[in-house]
């Protein structure tokens, strides 16, 4: 008797797990947009973090970093090395990062590899802002634990991006390193009146607001070319350091500063990896070869939400001015290894 209502307790607790592994899987959102972009990787989605299958998968302590920081650090990934800091922002962190940038997400945008032009797509499906340093102090403190917990030199990194993904947003796979400008100045002068021909729509109300915001770009290009200043203006916008002069997205750290209860995972397919963090976590991938390169083993994307919402920080680390903390590897055309980057920080200690 006991045993027969054992075995149906079994049954019954392994249907609720199917229901609940069903109910979390990304079929279970129906349609939502983009969807084509993940026929092919969602079964990756669903992976787990196989620690087992190398013993140099490493966990340690970091105890007595810089600004009072403590880590603790996993190695999800040796070459290319891929690293999860666990818990190195707490919840106020997180709410003062999220009141920061919530009022400014607007729907994010990516970069046409052909005509270089930013533009909204399905393959992103998330709300997005960068965060200016001057007006939000939350942004140095991350910006300290960043330079601390990797050794890198930050000050010539983009602002952070803050990413609030709903329930169906998504990001496709791609690869984070910049296309950097081949532009001559007349795309750089189209680029821009796109760019702020947007961003003067987007803040109007009505048409006559509309014609005004015409008006007014159209005046300005007109005024820069009386005064024989346009080429000069626009040239100057393709030498600027904010593109070639600072070099290649070298890095990415991104701070998990909510997570969701299903779905959301970051997915690095070369790598068979899925990383789902908790919130507080960070983690660290590299985007170029120690020689400059693109290391396309680090393509991900994040997958899309299933239940609840997921908010992300993502600091993209510059190649400029790194002279003194990263390491000279003897083949430069390897990927960076996870020595050369946690000898630099215990080197610190
Ligand atoms: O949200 C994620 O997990 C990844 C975000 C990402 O890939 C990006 O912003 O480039």
Redo the contacts with the bound molecule.
């Keep these: 008797m006991f045993s027969a209502i054992a075995a149906v307790v079994v049954v019954l607790t392994q249907l609720g797990a199917m229901a609940i592994e069903e109910e979390a899987s990304i079929d279970s959102l129906g349609e939502f947009v983009g969807a084509h972009h993940w026929t092919q990787m969602k079964q990756k989605c669903g992976l787990t973090i196989d620690r087992s299958f190398d013993p140099r998968l490493l966990c340690y302590s970091l105890l007595s970093l810089p600004d009072g920081l403590s880590a603790d650090i996993e190695v999800l990934h040796l070459s290319p090395s891929i690293v999860l800091f666990h818990n190195v922002i707490s919840p106020s962190e997180r709410r003062q990062l999220i009141l920061a940038a919530k009022n400014l997400v607007r729907p994010a945008l990516i970069q046409n590899s052909t005509t270089q032009q930013h533009h909204v797509s399905d393959s992103r499906v998330v709300n997005g802002t960068f965060l200016p340093m001057e007006k939000y102090p939350i942004t140095h403190r991350l910006a300290n634990i960043v330079r601390s917990l990797t050794g890198f030199n930050v000050d010539c990194a983009e602002l952070f991006?803050v990413?609030f993904y709903e329930r169906g947003g998504h990001?496709s796979i791609?690869h984070?390193a910049l296309i950097l400008p081949t532009q001559s100045w007349t795309q750089a002068l189209l680029e821009e009146m796109y760019t702020n021909a947007r961003n003067c729509w987007e803040g109007t109300a009505s048409w006559l607001l509309a014609i005004d915001c015409a008006y007014f770009l159209v005046r300005d290009v007109l005024n820069k070319w009386r005064s024989g200043r346009l080429r000069r203006f626009y040239q100057q916008r393709i030498d600027s350091p904010t593109r070639a002069q600072l070099g290649n997205r070298l890095a990415t750290f991104?701070f998990y500063v909510d997570v969701p209860s299903a779905g959301g995972g970051?997915l690095f397919p070369q790598l068979n990896l899925t990383v789902n963090a908790d919130a507080g976590d960070a983690i660290l991938w590299f985007n170029i070869f120690p020689n400059g390169t693109n290391d396309y083993d680090t393509i991900?994307?994040?997958c899309p939400v299933v239940h609840g919402s997921k908010k992300?920080a993502?600091m993209w680390i510059r190649q400029r001015d790194q002279t003194f903390s990263l390491l000279c590897p003897l083949e430069r055309a390897k990927a960076f290894a996870v020595e050369d980057f946690t000898g630099r920080i215990l080197g610190q200690m």
């Design positions: 991006n990413l990001y791609h984070d991104m970051t991900h994307g994040a992300v993502t």
